[in-house]
Antibody, heavy 120, light 113 residues
């Protein structure tokens, strides 16, 4: 059964870089053509799609993050990651990783989420 | 960006009653070349991630009880729970996945018993 698990620092200082990793078990990130996404949730803005990557396709991002987000894959570890630079308090959120059909913004499988707080 | 607007913000029903959730998109999410509506519904219980329950506006995800159904086309969509059970207490979100991102979610409707 496919499972996704987020990990990373739960506390980040303003202006620094948020770094998270999603570990995939029960399936290979290299096999099949799926979309691997990051989504975040805040009480104020609700659910916000951050971006996705998919096999042999471009990595796409939400313009709302103003080019601060980067999604990378480490196939050897069956993981994909998210970095968000120059964070502010507005980046405080629960961050989820997700898998969906190829090139699709449909989110079929979700990790449990990780709370990231931006504070000095 | 396509704006998704849900109504009502909260809904209180009795056990066994019907619950109806509305979702409106600021532009059509119907892709005419395949006649599919790129609209999904998610259920989120406290402390859990969202769970996909409906896609293509009316297709139930595997394992979702048949009391959940989706309908609508173009810009107006509805999620219906035919007979609400205690375990259905959650926040329900609609989301479009039409063409080019960004993919956006509605603000959610909270279901209470």
């Amino acid at each position: 059964q496919l499972q996704l698990q987020e990990s990373g620092s739960g506390l980040v200082k303003p202006s620094e870089t948020l770094s998270l990793t999603c570990t995939v078990t029960g399936g290979s990130i290299s096999s099949g053509a799926y979309s691997w996404s990051w989504i975040r949730q805040t009480p104020g803005k609700g659910l916000e799609w951050i971006g996705y990557m998919y096999h042999n396709g471009p990595t796409l991002y939400n313009p709302s993050l103003k080019s601060r987000a980067t999604i990378l894959v480490d196939k050897s570890k069956n993981q994909f990651s998210l970095e968000v630079t120059s964070v502010t308090a507005a980046d405080t959120a629960v961050y989820y990783c997700s898998r969906g059909p190829p090139g699709s913004g449909l989110f079929e499988y979700w990790g449990q989420g990780i709370l990231v707080t931006v504070s000095s | 960006d396509i704006v998704m607007t849900q109504s009502p913000d909260s809904l209180a029903v009795s056990l066994g009653e019907r619950a109806t959730f509305n979702c409106k998109s600021s532009q059509s999410v119907l892709y005419r070349s395949n006649n599919k509506n790129y609209l999904a519904w998610y259920q989120q219980k406290p402390g859990q991630p969202p769970k996909l329950i409906i896609y293509w506006a009316s297709s139930r995800q595997s394992g979702v009880p048949d009391r959940f159904s989706g309908s609508g086309s173009g810009t107006d969509f509805t999620l219906t729970i035919s007979s609400v059970q205690a375990e259905d207490v959650a926040v329900y979100y609609c989301q479009h996945y039409y063409e080019t991102p960004p993919y956006t979610f509605g603000q959610g409707t909270k279901l209470e018993i």
